[in-house]
């Protein structure tokens, strides 16, 4: 367990940092699955890498990304996230997210973002 946490506070550490797209190569299994609430989920690291790199390419400025509260229990984190961003041809958008990564061999095999849509 104290390795899942170790690697998941690195992770949440780039992601704060706005190393988004470097966390998601160095941390995510080739085999990853994501899902974004209810939609069907994502599976292989190129398609899911395709979708980080469009919403990464749609922000215009990022003003902060937070992480309020995480925990680990076993092969599995959750992370309470604030992110405040302005999206390119779009307004400022403040939107609160969890989070819940499955992890299997020091990466995440599965990830899945719960938020309201606004």
């Known amino acids: 367990m104290d390795d899942v946490r170790k690697l998941d506070a690195e992770l949440n550490a780039m ?3 706005g190393q988004i797209l ?6 995510y299994a080739d085999d990853v699955v994501m899902q974004e609430n209810s939609e069907p989920p994502i599976s ?4 899911n890498r395709a979708r980080e790199e469009a919403f990464v390419g749609s922000v215009a400025e990022v003003h902060g990304i937070h992480l309020l509260a995480s925990s680990t229990t076993g092969d599995v984190s959750f992370g309470e996230w604030l992110l405040d961003v302005t999206f ?3 307004g ?3 939107m609160a997210q969890a989070s819940v990564r499955r ?3 020091g990466k995440v095999a599965a990830e899945r973002f719960y938020y309201n849509k606004g």
Do not use: I, L, M, S
């Open 15 to 17: 992601v704060q940092g």
């Open 22 to 27: 470097p966390a998601f190569e160095r941390f």
């Open 44 to 47: 292989g690291k190129a398609a």
């Open 88 to 90: 390119k041809g779009g």
């Open 92 to 94: 400022r958008v403040k």
């Open 103 to 105: 992890w299997k061999n």
